[in-house]
């Protein structure tokens, strides 16, 4: 059988070092399978996070040859293996041991946007009417596996750390599923201005190309909640309505 | 030991869909809850499920109601399932479900606004909500989202080693966290497990490493019981091909939307093979079960939507007889029903189609087969996927033997009998979790705290330690994998006495091996240490399983006998498997007779039997 070299990134937040492994390569492997062959054959001690091995809890987040990738959706046959392949943990976050990062900021931040507020039942038996297309706008975001790798990504937290004054695409998108959640009645945008950090992002896009769950979200999630900012907050036409109703007022 | 200490009134272990709705229901009653993940949160196995949750909404079929979904229910389990539980869950899941949305969750819409709903195997009538097929993640992320605001203590990548008992009574636990592998010891008046399944005993399995019946064996240690351990579905389409993805699930949800099973001779054996039972419900010919995928109420269902322990069984029998596909399994295509499709509906766009029905498969085989699901046909065969048997537990309360100690979602048993219904563990893990996060708020408000002695949890966590005390030892990993291979071969889907009964000594064996286990590295964030401390849980279900499947002389639901090949309704088909932990530390076994169903329950299950009772009932 075909052998590559994985070279893995081990160590701890104080030190580290890539080291190198050889493992066999068979028909249709994904970097995580040769992860786990080193970790069952030599280092068990090799720590990643892993769940679902289908793409579909976002556990697996890393960077293969300095691209932020799920490891369970990476194809071995894909990668040059005429070179070692290189993986280390994600950037944006500190390390905790290997593969594996510390990701608990995000939990906070979750935690500090309103929560979804539905309006009234539209029924007597308490159920809601929506259109199918009014659900695929926010279906679309709601398809976010919350792998961070568009966080991991995202200069504004990974250059310039700004995870204190910024919230990162993962959490705008979450924003922008609760603003156009067809039943929701909540409203955020103050928040995305103000304690949110929106203007830092400068769509550049590498939210949108790194997401695995191929979801849109500069276009369709970011700009738009942009735009709402906007309209709030700097629409010369509606300052000078206020400003005319809070004299009158 | 150095550890650190929480306390809560209840502690939730596990947050997948179970854990989680019992920690949001004991949370509303007003007690403290702290809830403890093996993973991070929102990551758990629930993520997974495809198909959608199964509940009586009657939104695109008038004709459904309880009684209905919970008959459909029982015949699925061959009527071995606990009848009050199935009856519960079948009244209460469409509350359930509307509540997801009140939560947030926004489900596929009927054309008049309403949750859409979708067949599947062994439902009687459309009756599975659903998101595509990523049903599960919306209702994980649902839960989740409403849960954080909710006043729940989260401890995230933490395993539970051992339950603490003071005086008989469950009042904590015991675990290590996974990042710098330090003991944590957490006090409390109730205990809800919610730790999910045992797939990984299996070496071909749908099962994330998560699901190690942690849940099982922690309550088995502690004196509960566990029911229907013989009981193990094989799902009957998982990936097969290629071999990294083998065992990956294939949801049900294609063959709900017109999927087609074929042999290497393009034959659709599922016809030729239609249990007695299923007859009247099962489409005469292609044409038929088309129509019932359109929703033509006139129509039956197509054979591939039988139940999947009768499908699994099939396409088995077609790989070992030499008519399977080239990895040896059988061919599963959605081309037919496109191309019957395409000529009645004028511009049916077949991809587009496809890719709105099922776009985390047509995402999956892309990515990880090569291959376009739209256009060519999947390869696929039987995966462990889900257990029935579990903790025995009240069915109005959730509680086990032991007080203080619940459990919901898989790793309770009792709704499911010998098959779960696909859309079922939704609906489970919703209606019963809730019940659990309820009853155990209620007794924890009415006991004092009690205490957790010191002395068992000190015990547990240099057991714990041991691997790295020994200055050699075998790798871990091969253990488990030595395991896995023995049960996939000894214990899968196709059983004979002489087999498992091998298959008890090799236990035996991986025990003392397992007991020899010898880590290296530190307890941070260790993964061969975990393996290590998972094996306990491993061999002790494996060794329910084996047990339980030995005594059960017959082929029922997902136990399949090849010494016994038919059912034997006098002996077993009134009796539930029960194993416990003897006194001497050995595992015992007794059948125990299924309570009476009252005559109201059997009068749903008659209407839907052609005005007969099966024999199991009468």
Redesign the interface.
Known sequence: MATATFRIWRG?AEKGEFRDYTAEV?????VL?AVHQI???QA????????????????CSAEVNGKPRLMC?T?VSDLPLDVPVIVEPMQAFPP???L?T???WN?EV??RIA??S?RK?DAPD???????ED?DR??EF??C??CFLCQDVCHVLRDHHKHAAFIGPRFLVHVAQ?EM????TGDRVAALKNDNGIGYCNITKCCTKVCPEHITITDNAIIPLKERVVDDHYDPVLKLIRLVLRRRG | MDHQTHEHDVIVIGAGGAGLRAAIEASAAGVSVGLVCK???????T??AEGGIAAALANVDDRDNWKVHFADTMRGGQYVNNWRMAQLHAQEAPARV?EL????A????TP????LQRNFGGHKYPRLAH??D?T???LI?TLQ??G??KGIA?Y?ERTVVRLLLDAGRVTGALAYDR?RGRFTVFKAKAVILACGGVGKAYKITSN???CTGDGHTLAYDAGAELIDMEFVQFHPTGMI?????RG??VTEGVRGEGGVLRNKDGHRFMFGDIPDSYKPQTAADEEEGFRYVLGDKEARRPPELLTRDHVARCIVREAREGRGSPHGGVFLELQTFAEWFGRRVKGFKAELHWKKKLP?MH??FK????LDITKEPMEVGPTTHYMMGGVRVDSDTQMSRVPGLFACGECAAGINGANRLGGNSLSDLLVLGKLAGEHAARYAKDRPAAGVPADQAEAAARRALEPFDRPAGE????VM?DLQDMMQDLVGIVRKEDEMVRALDGLEKLKARAAACH????R??????H?ALDLHNLLTVSEGITRAALVRKESRGAQFRDDYPAKNTKEFGRVNTVVWRGPDGSMHIRLEPIPPMPDELKDAIRAEAGGTLPEELR
Request: proline share 7%; glycine share 10%.
């Open positions: 701890t068979g028909e249709g492997m994904v399978d970790q069952a054959t068990p001690d090799l720590a990643c996070r892993w769940n679902c091995k289908a793409g579909k809890c976002g556990s959706m194809r905790v041991k290997d594996v510390d990701v608990s939990y979750k935690k929560p979804f539905p039942p308490g159920t809601w009417r929506m259109a199918q659900a926010v279906q709601r398809k596996i919350e609760l959640h067809p039943l929701d | 993973s991070l949160l929102g990551k758990a196995h993520v997974m509307n949305e009140a939560w947030g926004v489900f596929d819409r008049d606004g309403r949750i998101v595509g990523r599960g993640l919306e992320r989202d409403h954080i605001h989260v995230m990042e994330s490493w998560e091909w290629p071999p990294s993805v990956i699930l985390s995402h999956q990515e990880l087969g090569g790798n871990p990993f091969q994998f880590v290296a590295g530190n941070e964030y260790n993964p061969g240490w393996t």
